[in-house]
Every structure is written in structure tokens, then in C-alpha cells.
């Protein structure tokens, strides 16, 4: 079992406790008996039909939405895709009611009964489901037992129509709730709670954390590390991300983790640099903190250290050696120029471009083979370049970390090859790692062009891969295209 599945068999069993209590003390107090838990659509319709219409007041209301909360907390995984299909199907809007909504605005005869009538238009189309999952918000934890539920909605809903109307509820909600305007910035340090520090350690997603030396390291005088934090969820990150002050932008990750590197002085750093910006909980899917989260650090450095004069980031590509996979052979034939063929055919034996740069990967060890390294290195930078501009089938850039950066307003700023040489740098990037940069007076302006017309806004470091193959090209190439799309 993993760090993280741990973690959340832990915060469970405190909400079955906590909520077990909840119902017991208030069935003591009011004489309400605990309903049947069978796990069957009748019984759990009877359970959610009570919550919304049972008798009693909030004491009783209390105590049955806390029964309902550890029934589901008790299921196994048929269980809960039981309870969430009969709270999708049976607890969505009222047909009847809509009609008769929609009736009435239509017939209404004055601008004051046309604002009456939208309004029971609106409240008529809204599902009890919601209501169910709102009278959760009062329960000790209800609010993190509404993201767990989305975590679980999530892995099953599919295209079923019903479990994803319930997901888009679920969505609406906890947007509301979790505006940024509700979220706590935290330094997090050594003197934090070791049970943060063990949350920290078990949902690091980008560069995992191997000993408590490493944790160590990462939360040294050179470094900082931020959490957002939620009233509601005060034991649980939301998000986090760890910044290394150095001198110049970093260019490896192995370098910047290194626990036996010197510890620098951040009097003399002039750059911050995010390496790691990870998102905790699954069932916030959608619900981006990212944005808020980057500009939150940049503003709290800028004031602790306004000699701090660059922010920039060392992230991975997480998606580009299976692009490369799948890319066409033609087009590795634009990217490689007519010496670094040559020098691959006698390599490899091979005279199409994809075959002998894959058979220079079969050795597990290329990376560290000083000659096959460099001989990689143009031509999977310049496809790197290309791969930026790859869209999915949604019209989005295709890599979701140059996503999410490109959409808060950074410049695609350095590609440092070899910049991750793990197991997992490699096997997802060919070990190329790049910068993203977060300039001040250019965040919107960059931001506003990406969310326009998906420009990607390049350092003259990136372009210059592609005037590497100048003269080269025919007009019709890949490569030629790209390098007009970019001088336009």
C-alpha cells in the first residue's frame, strides 16, 4: 500500500469515528434508531429520502446525513458505485417541476412575475442530490469526505450520464467552496507537524521524497516549501510547491536534490526556482489552486527577498517519449540534420531517422554514453520544440505541465538536456527537463496571447533549435512551418 493510500485509510477511519459518534449520541438524544446500512438501492434510497425528508430538526438531520456518511465510508468498491448510481438516478431533478417552471415563465405577463418565475426555474432545476451533498458541508470533515467522494465518482462514472451529472454537482459545489479567496498560504518547515511533514512526503507526485535526510534538505535555509491550505480541511494541503533560491536558473534536478550539495546563502541567490508543484487531492480535479497558488509565492518572496530578481520553474515533460513514439517517421526526418544522419547511420546501421534514434535508447545506459548523448541531443530538442505545439483532441497543448504554466502567463524560457536522469526522466523525456519563466511585467500579456490562439511564447534559447537546421528545410516541412509559425 502506498504513502498516499494510507493516508487516506487513515482520515477515513476518523470520519467513521467521528461520525459514528455523531449518530449515536443524537439517536440517544432523539430516539431515532440507526437505519438498515444493507447494501441495496432500496435501503440506501430510504437512507438519502430520510436525510432530505425525515422528520425532527437539525439534531435529527445531523445524525441521519452522519448515518448515511459512514454507511459509505463502509463500502467496498461495488458498495459505493451502488450508493453513488442510486444518488445519481434517484435524486436528480424533477421533471414535472421543470415543465411546470418553464410554463410559468413563459405565461408571466410582467417583468416581476418573469423574475419570480426564473427564479423557481432555477431552484426547481437544481437536483435534491445537491441538497444531500450540501448538508454534508455540517458534518465534522464533510467537506474532505465530498472531495473523497468525487475521487471515487471519478474513477467510475465513465460516460454513464447520471454519475456524470452527479460529478458536474459535485464540481459546482466544491468550486464554491473552494474559491481562492478562501485559501491559506503556509511556509511549511522542519518545525511543522510531523503529521503535515508525513502528508507532504506521501503526496509528493513530481520528485519523490526517498528519507526524511531528503525532506530534510528540501525545507533547508535555501529553500522554502508552501502549502494552500482550506478552513474546512485544516489538516490536509490542498497543494504545495518547493522553491530552491539559487544563483541562475538551475538547469538538473539531481543537482538541485542533491542532499551532499553545499548549503547556498539566499543572500546570494537571484533566482527562485519552483521544482515541484503538485495538487493533493484527486477529487479537486477541475479546480485549479495552480495560478493562485504561484502568484501567492511570488508576492510572499518578493517582499521577504525583493533582491530576488528571476522566478522560474525545472519541470518535467511528462508526455513527450510516448509522443515521440508515436510520431510519424517523416517527421523525424526534419529534425535531424545532414551531418547528425550520418553520424546515427553509422551508429546504428540505420538509414531512417525514428529507427536509429530508438536503437540508440535500447542501450538502457545511453545517457551516460558521452557520444550517443550528444549525438541525441539536437535532434530530440528540436523535436521537444515541436511537441510544445502539439494540441489534443480538445484544441489544448498537448503536455499538460506546459499547459497549466503557458495559461498562468510563463514564457517557455530553457530546455536543459539531460536535465532528469532518474528512471522516471528518462523513461518519460529522454531526461529533458525545461524552464518555464514567470516574468512580472509579462504575465497577462503572455497569458491573454495562450488563451487567444495557444501561442507559446519562446525564449530565443528555444527558437535557436530550429535555426539549427536553417537551409535545410524545404518549404513544405514540418519544421519549416514551424519555425514561420513561431517568426509570426
Given at each position: 500500500m502506498t504513502n498516499q493510500n494510507l493516508e487516506t485509510v487513515?482520515?477515513?477511519?476518523?470520519?467513521?469515528?467521528?461520525?459514528?459518534?455523531?449518530?449515536?449520541?443524537?439517536?440517544?438524544?432523539?430516539?431515532?434508531?440507526?437505519?438498515?446500512?444493507?447494501?441495496?438501492?432500496?435501503?440506501?434510497?430510504?437512507?438519502m429520502d430520510e436525510c432530505l425528508n425525515g422528520p425532527g430538526g437539525d439534531v435529527s438531520a445531523r445524525m441521519r446525513t452522519a448515518d448515511l456518511g459512514r454507511t459509505y465510508l463502509d463500502l467496498d468498491t461495488d458498495g459505493k458505485h451502488i450508493f453513488l448510481k442510486t444518488l445519481a438516478e434517484d435524486f436528480c431533478?424533477?421533471?414535472?417541476?421543470?415543465?411546470?417552471?418553464?410554463?410559468?415563465?413563459?405565461?408571466?405577463?410582467?417583468?416581476?412575475?418573469r423574475i419570480v418565475a426564473a427564479y423557481h426555474l432555477r431552484q426547481s432545476s437544481s437536483p435534491d442530490r445537491l441538497k444531500l451533498l450540501t448538508q454534508f458541508n455540517a458534518l465534522p470533515n464533510g467537506v474532505k469526505f465530498l472531495v473523497d467522494i468525487r475521487d471515487d465518482l471519478l474513477k467510475i462514472k465513465g460516460k454513464d450520464p447520471y454519475l456524470n451529472a452527479l460529478d458536474r454537482d459535485l464540481q459546482q459545489l466544491l468550486n464554491s467552496w473552494f474559491d481562492t479567496g478562501f485559501l491559506d498560504?503556509?511556509?511549511m518547515t522542519w518545525?511543522?507537524?510531523?503529521?503535515?511533514?508525513?502528508?507532504?512526503?506521501?503526496?509528493?507526485?513530481?520528485h519523490e521524497i526517498d528519507s526524511w535526510d531528503d525532506l530534510r534538505n528540501r525545507l533547508d535555509s535555501d529553500r522554502r516549501c508552501y502549502a494552500l491550505f482550506h478552513p474546512r480541511m485544516p489538516d490536509e494541503p490542498l497543494a504545495?510547491?518547493?522553491?530552491?533560491?539559487?544563483?541562475?536558473?538551475?538547469?538538473s534536478v539531481q543537482a538541485l536534490l542533491d542532499v551532499e550539495a553545499p548549503l547556498g546563502n539566499p543572500r546570494n541567490a537571484d533566482t527562485a526556482i519552483f521544482y515541484?508543484?503538485?495538487?493533493?487531492?484527486?477529487?479537486?480535479?477541475?479546480?485549479?489552486?495552480?495560478?493562485?497558488?504561484?502568484?501567492?509565492?511570488?508576492?510572499?518572496?518578493?517582499?521577504?527577498?525583493?533582491?530576488?530578481?528571476?522566478?522560474?520553474?525545472l519541470s518535467p515533460v511528462p508526455g513527450f517519449r510516448s509522443w515521440l513514439a508515436d510520431l510519424d517517421a517523416?517527421?523525424?526526418?526534419?529534425?535531424?540534420t545532414t551531418d547528425e544522419m550520418g553520424r546515427l547511420k553509422a551508429k546504428t546501421g540505420a538509414d531512417v531517422a525514428k529507427t536509429a534514434i530508438f536503437l540508440c535508447f535500447q542501450d538502457k545506459d545511453w545517457f551516460e554514453n558521452k557520444e550517443l548523448s550528444e549525438l541525441l541531443r539536437g535532434p530530440l530538442s528540436r523535436l521537444c520544440v515541436a511537441y510544445f505545439h502539439e494540441k489534443d483532441h480538445k484544441g489544448r497543448a498537448l503536455d499538460p505541465v506546459a499547459r497549466f504554466h503557458l495559461k498562468n502567463g510563463a514564457q517557455l524560457n530553457q530546455i536543459n538536456w539531460l536535465g532528469d536522469i532518474s528512471e522516471k526522466g528518462i523513461s518519460q523525456a529522454s531526461g529533458i527537463m525545461v524552464n518555464y519563466r514567470y516574468d512580472l511585467a509579462d504575465i497577462e500579456k503572455n497569458h491573454e496571447r495562450?488563451?487567444?490562439?495557444?501561442?507559446?511564447?519562446?525564449?530565443?534559447q528555444v527558437r535557436s533549435y530550429l535555426k539549427q537546421l536553417s537551409g535545410e528545410l524545404g518549404e513544405e516541412s514540418t519544421f519549416a512551418k514551424l519555425k514561420r509559425t513561431i517568426a509570426g
Open positions: 487513515s482520515t477515513l477511519s476518523q470520519l467513521s469515528g467521528a461520525w459514528r459518534e455523531i449518530a449515536q449520541t443524537a439517536a440517544r438524544s432523539v430516539g431515532l434508531s440507526r437505519s438498515d446500512a444493507s447494501v441495496n438501492t432500496k435501503n440506501l434510497k430510504k437512507m431533478a424533477n421533471d414535472d417541476l421543470i415543465k411546470a417552471s418553464i410554463d410559468e415563465y413563459e405565461t408571466a405577463k410582467s417583468e416581476s412575475e498560504l503556509v511556509e518545525n511543522t507537524s510531523a503529521a503535515l511533514l508525513e502528508k507532504l512526503i506521501a503526496y509528493e507526485a513530481v504545495f510547491v518547493e522553491v530552491a533560491l539559487v544563483k541562475g536558473v538551475a538547469k515541484s508543484i503538485t495538487n493533493t487531492q484527486t477529487g479537486l480535479r477541475g479546480i485549479s489552486f495552480g495560478e493562485h497558488l504561484i502568484k501567492q509565492v511570488v508576492h510572499h518572496l518578493s517582499h521577504e527577498m525583493p533582491w530576488i530578481k528571476t522566478y522560474a520553474t517523416s517527421f523525424y526526418e526534419d529534425a535531424v495562450f488563451m487567444n490562439d495557444g501561442s507559446v511564447v519562446m525564449s530565443s
